[in-house]
């Protein structure tokens, strides 16, 4: 069975000028970044610049990696910052898609009346999810992104500060803000029910 070589000694090859360790840790991360940056950008043509433009800081900034926080999460923040600007010179407003399946498996934050019939639940569940996704949406910039990267992509405290360069209290505390405002979005939908 062949050893599976580390981020970090990717990173160390890399740092050597193997070629090929660099073409590794893009092959591994390519989708990843692909999906913050969308869920970020929300916009296809913007998702593709931003990729190339984390990769190319990737290639120039390898050498500056010092292994404080795990590979992942810097490369996480390189790709935040690269979507953020590409939002603050296009001049869009941020959105978020929430999807039916993360990773981990299907989101728990709420769920349909328990009154609906089976019949009717795909048709409630696609009218809660588009819904949540409006209420998502419609949250401060700052709420929107840690909620995004904590609750739908499921980031630790710790790795969402390392992204977004703040302290975890602050995740915490912005987390609870956007959860409360999304608490509250949530409820109309629930009386209109």
Known sequence: ????????????????????????????????????????????QDTEEVVQDVFVTLYTKL????????????LYRITANAAFMKLRTRRKHVAVSFEEDSEQGETTFCSPRSDVSDVDYLSVRHELRSYLEDAIE????EYRAIFVLRDVDGLSNQDVGDV?????PAVKSRLHRARLLLRKKLQRYYQDY
């Not at 070629?19 to 869920?39: C, G, N, P, S, W």
């Not at 977004?164 to 975890?168: E, Q, T």
């Open 63 to 74: 050498g500056t990696f010092q292994g404080k926080s795990a590979f992942s999460s810097w």
């Open 138 to 141: 419609t949250l401060p910039h």
């Open 164 to 168: 977004l360069g703040i302290s975890v």
């Open 1 to 44: 069975m062949e050893r599976v070589v580390t981020d970090i000694e990717l990173v160390n090859q890399g740092k050597a000028g193997d070629e090929e360790a660099f073409v590794e840790l893009i092959r591994r991360y390519t989708q990843k970044v692909q999906h913050l940056a969308m869920r970020i950008t929300r916009n296809e």
